[in-house]
């Protein structure tokens, strides 16, 4: 459809300097990266904002690397969609089988057929890494972990993870599983897309079996919630192939950062790195609004419409990343809204797309979406509509 830019073309100056687009799964581009050197013992290391993915450091960020358990991120994932789907009610038993009790490792020691309700075993996963519990989630959604791998694997793709290959659910050592930390950030972001996901990886502590006469008690395995200000998950992991790794994301004055260190000496050095990220991030940057939820963004005629004009409203906040204490720059925004749409119109349908500039350069480009279904007009809706505009 020919687009047109409305009359919403907003321009304005602030005091920063905006980072170029982000290299992910939704926009391309290249990325600013810092002009320091962080986590300088990881093997691999990045550090982007969550709302916009924009890349602020990067280093090694697409080698290929054994994950270990960080790949729970991607059965958490699975977990969050299938609840949200309907698949899933977080009371429903999910029932060990032999299987899933005899995984070494991190667990929480399930005994063959023992049940716990999907938020139970969804704590076991986030705070206790049990590989157990993984392993019980996939046969759950999926009828085997065999199954579950080929959906983990599907949405690896689906989210452009290039650098990746799942072999199992729980990242247990096996042959042909990795992933590397910008694929690890791009799951995270997704995974944070699911914001109760956080009242499990940003608890410190809490207990399965309490009722019963074996509680457990878990303690959660990144002790950055506990330690650093606004940390609230994700995953850590740890083989000896892998050393210790970390997916970890904190929330400061309405931004998110999410940080990722692969190959981490210890775990001394692997939280003392990326809390210097989360520093960096929130002492440097900053989130700059251009529209708030509910703000009006446009008008949007429709042809044949039972209504013929929508009031386009920001489905969610809409913002940009820039530097703190850059030199002034000058960055606008332009709505543009299609013309020519025609009833019906399904919900949700791309109907436009909110474009950032600096200069003249693009820096971000969002996707506008039909906030209702708008049905076609019957012939005398058409008419009445007609006529009126005539004598008016």
């Given at each position: 459809?020919?687009?047109?830019?409305?009359?919403?073309?907003?321009v304005?100056?602030?005091?920063?300097?905006?980072?170029?687009?982000?290299?992910?799964?939704?926009?391309?581009?290249?990325?600013?990266?810092?002009?320091?050197?962080?986590?300088p013992?990881?093997?691999?290391?990045?550090?982007?904002?969550?709302?916009?993915?924009?890349?602020?450091?990067?280093?090694?960020?697409?080698?290929?690397?054994?994950?270990?358990?960080?790949?729970?991120?991607?059965?958490?994932?699975?977990?969050?969609?299938?609840?949200?789907?309907?698949?899933?009610?977080?009371?429903?038993?999910?029932?060990?089988?032999?299987?899933?009790?005899?995984?070494?490792?991190?667990?929480?020691?399930?005994?063959?057929?023992?049940e716990?309700?999907?938020?139970?075993?969804?704590?076991g996963?986030?705070?206790?890494?049990?590989?157990?519990?993984?392993?019980?989630?996939?046969?759950?959604?999926?009828?085997?972990?065999?199954?579950?791998?080929?959906?983990?694997?599907?949405?690896?793709?689906?989210?452009?993870?290039?650098?990746?290959?799942?072999?199992?659910?729980?990242?247990?050592?096996?042959?042909?599983?990795?992933?590397?930390?910008?694929?690890?950030?791009?799951?995270?972001?997704?995974?944070?897309?699911?914001?109760?996901?956080?009242?499990?990886?940003?608890?410190?502590?809490?207990?399965?079996?309490?009722?019963?006469?074996?509680?457990?008690?878990?303690?959660?395995?990144n002790?950055?919630?506990?330690?650093?200000?606004?940390?609230?998950?994700?995953?850590?992991?740890?083989?000896?192939?892998?050393?210790?790794?970390?997916?970890?994301?904190?929330?400061?004055?309405?931004?998110?950062?999410?940080?990722?260190?692969?190959g981490?000496?210890?775990?001394?050095?692997?939280?003392?790195?990326?809390?210097?990220?989360?520093?960096?991030?929130?002492?440097?940057?900053?989130?700059?609004s251009?529209?708030?939820?509910?703000?009006?963004?446009?008008?949007?005629?429709?042809?044949?419409?039972?209504?013929?004009?929508?009031?386009?409203?920001?489905?969610?906040?809409?913002?940009?990343?820039?530097?703190?204490?850059?030199?002034?720059?000058?960055?606008?925004?332009?709505?543009?809204?299609d013309?020519?749409?025609?009833?019906?119109?399904?919900?949700?349908?791309?109907?436009?797309?909110?474009?950032?500039?600096?200069?003249?350069?693009?820096?971000?480009?969002?996707?506008?979406?039909s906030?209702?279904?708008?049905?076609?007009?019957?012939?005398?809706?058409?008419?009445?509509?007609?006529?009126?505009?005539?004598?008016?």
């Amino acid at each position: 459809m020919k687009k047109i830019s409305l009359s919403l073309l907003l321009v304005f100056s602030i005091s920063a300097g905006l980072l170029l687009p982000p290299a992910s799964a939704e926009e391309k581009g290249g990325a600013q990266q810092a002009d320091v050197s962080l986590a300088p013992q990881s093997s691999s290391a990045i550090l982007l904002d969550a709302y916009t993915g924009t890349i602020i450091y990067e280093k090694n960020s697409h080698d290929k690397l054994p994950p270990a358990s960080i790949t729970k991120i991607m059965t958490m994932l699975l977990t969050m969609e299938a609840l949200e789907n309907g698949k899933l009610k977080l009371t429903d038993p999910v029932r060990a089988s032999e299987y899933a009790s005899s995984m070494g490792g991190s667990q929480i020691f399930l005994e063959p057929g023992e049940e716990m309700s999907v938020e139970e075993m969804l704590k076991g996963i986030a705070m206790a890494s049990g590989n157990d519990a993984s392993v019980a989630m996939a046969e759950k959604i999926a009828g085997s972990e065999q199954a579950f791998v080929r959906l983990m694997n599907d949405k690896a793709k689906e989210l452009g993870m290039n650098d990746t290959h799942f072999a199992n659910c729980n990242g247990l050592p096996a042959k042909d599983h990795y992933s590397s930390a910008h694929d690890i950030a791009l799951m995270s972001r997704e995974l944070l897309k699911y914001p109760q996901i956080t009242k499990y990886t940003g608890a410190y502590q809490d207990y399965l079996r309490k009722s019963s006469d074996k509680p457990f008690w878990l303690v959660n395995t990144n002790k950055l919630v506990r330690f650093y200000t606004g940390a609230d998950g994700l995953k850590t992991g740890y083989t000896s192939e892998a050393k210790f790794c970390l997916s970890a994301t904190a929330k400061r004055d309405g931004m998110r950062v999410v940080a990722v260190v692969l190959g981490e000496p210890n775990t001394k050095t692997r939280n003392s790195e990326i809390a210097s990220m989360f520093d960096y991030a929130f002492s440097q940057y900053a989130m700059k609004s251009l529209y708030n939820q509910g703000d009006e963004i446009g008008k949007l005629s429709i042809e044949k419409g039972v209504v013929p004009e929508l009031t386009i409203k920001a489905d969610k906040p809409y913002s940009v990343l820039v530097k703190k204490g850059g030199r002034q720059e000058e960055i606008r925004h332009e709505v543009q809204l299609d013309s020519g749409i025609k009833a019906p119109l399904k919900k949700g349908e791309v109907i436009g797309k909110l474009i950032v500039y600096q200069n003249n350069a693009k820096l971000k480009e969002f996707e506008l979406k039909s906030p209702v279904a708008v049905e076609k007009a019957g012939w005398w809706r058409l008419f009445k509509r007609t006529t009126s505009k005539l004598f008016s």
